[in-house]
């Protein structure tokens, strides 16, 4: 360094000035060094809100039981951007407030709560759509009973009251000319299930396969496998209780379309060929879109964070965010506060009055 004063003829009294600042030649852009250990400290939380949410829905459908998680999980998050909005607040009552410091020491908080609430929100909605549309059904309708070749003239819905899974025999077919309907936003689709030989005026109106927005109103029937050319028809059993009541009210105008036919007790079925395989498949295939979802939102959370890193880091190269001063009072009820939920702030102040270099940590 003698070697640099010489060189541009620095005075004794230059070179004291400038030895006794804490002026430095390494670059700012050591504010963005990244390690595995710094970004899992930041990231663990919203990764571990997403995949506890997901599971919880997907298994239980528990939103109390969710909502305890998340709340133990988003409270240090909360409280360390609260902290700092409250430090901020008081430090514009009694003090200017430094923006540079606000800006970066808020980037962190402020974004890993913006993440948790993220994750929450995509681990609920995702394990909601699962648990409604699959995990349901098969979790109710295996501890159903399952019923084969069953003759639609002979068997009444009473006797099925336990049936989840259903096949029936050749001699069984849906009358799909016969459909009912009832139409609120979407069209409710309901058409009977009849044994062929049996007389229209005899037969028995109180097997139905249903479907949603797939069938004139009244007309033709065109839900689930109406198309697979099959010796036997199948279904599922609708097991939940707002479809079965839009079902129920369909069925109720299909009875009254078509001269007043008596529909009692009416079951329900989602119109599969082969029931047990469908709902086997559709399983697997939700298996695989949770383990997808375990492995994409953990990534793209993990990669979020290095970008907002790199913008971090612009923003301290071009002097628009620094650590140089606290946006907390280093005393008083926020300061403690301050100390317990953002350590790392008030550590880094102890080290820049303890070192006569600034350090620049994003982490």
């Known amino acids: 360094m003698s070697g640099l004063y010489n060189d541009f003829k620095v005075t004794a009294e230059q070179r004291r000035l400038l ?3 804490t002026f430095t030649l390494r670059p700012l852009n050591s504010s963005g060094h990244l390690s595995f250990i710094k970004i899992l400290l930041n990231t663990w939380q919203p990764i571990l809100i997403f995949v506890l949410s997901l599971l919880i829905f997907i298994k239980t459908d528990s939103m109390p039981l969710c909502g305890v998680v998340l709340f133990s999980l988003l409270i240090f998050p909360v409280m360390e951007l609260a902290v700092i909005l409250i430090g901020i607040f008081a430090a514009a009552i009694w003090a200017r407030v430094q923006w540079k410091a606000v800006l970066y020491w808020s980037w962190w908080p402020f974004w890993k709560l913006t993440a948790c609430a993220t994750a929450a929100c995509l681990g609920i909605y995702f394990g909601e759509y699962l648990w409604s549309n699959v995990y349901f059904t098969y979790s109710q309708v295996s501890k159903m009973q399952v019923y084969n ?9 009473v006797r099925l009251q336990d049936a989840g899974i259903i096949t029936f025999e050749p001699n069984t077919k849906v009358d799909r000319e016969m459909a009912g309907c009832f139409v609120n936003g979407d069209t409710i689709c309901v058409a009977p299930i009849v044994e062929a030989d049996t007389p229209a005026d005899s037969r028995l109106y109180d097997l139905f396969m249903v479907g949603t927005g797939c069938c004139d ?8 496998d109406w198309n697979q050319l099959s010796d036997n ?10 479809a079965v009541k839009a079902y129920t009210l369909a069925a109720e105008e299909f009875s009254a379309t078509y001269r007043n036919k008596a529909v009692k007790s009416p079951i329900f079925f989602e119109w599969k060929n082969h029931p047990t395989d469908t709902l086997k498949d559709r ?13 994409i939102v953990p990534g793209l959370t993990l990669l979020s964070f290095v970008i907002l890193n790199g913008i971090l880091e612009l923003l301290v190269w071009f002097r628009f965010a620094g650590p140089q001063d606290l946006p907390l009072p280093a005393d008083g009820m926020i300061g403690k506060m301050g100390q317990r939920f953002l350590p790392q702030m008030y550590n880094n102040k102890a080290e820049q009055e303890n070192d006569a270099q600034s350090k620049y940590i994003v982490f």
């Open 283 to 295: 399983v697997t295939l939700a298996n695989k879109y949770v383990f997808l979802a375990l492995l």
């Open 233 to 242: 028809i199948g279904g599922i059993r609708i097991v939940d209780g707002e």
């Open 19 to 21: 030895s006794s600042r």
């Open 149 to 157: 070749d069953i003759n639609a003239g002979n068997v009444t819905s």
């Open 217 to 224: 109103c009244p007309g033709d029937f065109r839900c689930g």
